[in-house]
């Protein structure tokens, strides 16, 4: 089993046409969090400790020009506390932290990894073509990236799972002295694209497609008869994942011929909110498994109630 708290890590404001369709305002605005998630898996030994996303910039100014222009059209924007700060709280610094797993590479869901200058970081395929400038996206303003976000030399990129079938590959990454393989790929229930990641069923990494290249999820084993499924940005309204609602499209302000999506592969992204969904509904699995969004304000108003941000005990 792992424990998994949350970890305030700033807000933004999001317009819901983007979003969601149909919508009953068109100039609707909702203030949500970027969560981050701090994950514990304790062995014999020791604890390995990660983190799932790192939210927002605690210094707004910090992010590339383009970024902020974007930024305007998100305020307001909160920033403080931010990842370090909710480690802090808790008694943890960044050189506590073994791995840093990003849900994918968006500028709220990035921090400042310069602060974590031990951690190894964990990316989906394709999240480097991104930093890299290689793959360029049209989908909206929010699609901008920066070259030197990450410490390559300490950055692990898994596999592609794009061609549908298992897997076999792996890569090999070093925790706490010790080797592991982040691989292969293999189904679990209504996933086709899982990695088990301590190799005891209690972490897996979930290839989630459709958000952006390299977008992944992760499911936590944090009780025999218990999950968590930390869904990133795979949806930004749960009504998405109720069926109630569509994933929204709207054209470009300067560019009338360009359709925007906030996914950058709508067809996926559909694909795996209805994966996410059948986990719901799995009745072979032996417990229920809770679904959370990286910008859920519901299930973030209720789990700060119920003492499930870090340090409190879930
Ligand atoms: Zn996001």
């Not at 069923?201 to 968590?228: E, F, K, M, Q, W």
Request: net charge negative; glycine share 6%.
């Amino acid at each position: 089993m792992v424990s998994v708290h949350a970890l305030a890590a700033g807000s933004l404001t999001l317009p819901e046409r983007f979003f969601v369709q149909p919508v009953n305002d068109p100039d609707a605005r909702k203030s949500v969090p970027s969560l981050s998630f701090l994950i514990q898996h304790e062995s014999e030994t020791q604890a390995a400790r990660i983190l799932f996303d790192l939210g927002i910039r605690r210094d707004l100014l910090a992010y590339s020009p383009q970024i902020c222009k974007h930024l305007a059209t998100r305020q307001p924007v909160v920033s403080r506390p931010d990842v370090v700060e909710s480690l802090a709280s808790g008694g943890l610094h960044p050189s506590d932290i073994d791995i840093v797993m990003l849900s994918h590479v968006h500028w709220d869901h990035i921090g400042t990894p310069s602060d974590f200058l031990h951690s190894l970081f964990v990316v989906g395929n394709g999240s480097l073509d991104l930093l890299s400038g290689r793959t360029r996206l049209q989908n909206g303003s929010h699609s901008h990236f920066e070259r030197d976000l990450l410490p390559l030399d300490r950055t692990i990129q898994l596999r592609d799972t794009s061609h549908g079938r298992p897997v076999e590959t792996s890569e090999v990454l070093q925790l706490q002295g010790k080797e592991m393989r982040l691989g292969p790929w293999y189904p679990f229930s209504s996933l086709p694209h899982t990695i088990d990641f301590f190799g005891d069923g209690s972490l897996y990494i979930v290839s989630a497609p459709g958000h952006l290249p390299g977008h992944i999820n992760l499911l936590c084993r944090t009780a025999v008869d218990r999950y968590i499924y930390l869904a990133g940005d795979a949806y930004h309204d749960t009504r998405l994942l109720s069926g109630e609602c569509r994933i929204a499209e709207w054209r470009d302000a300067e560019r009338s011929e360009l359709v925007c999506c906030i996914h950058a592969d709508r067809r996926q992204a559909e694909e795996t909110i209805n994966r996410i969904r059948a986990l719901q509904h799995d009745e072979t699995l032996l417990g229920p498994v809770e679904v959370v969004a990286a910008h859920d304000a519901a299930w973030a108003e209720a789990a700060a109630a119920k003492g499930r941000y870090w340090p409190g005990k879930l």
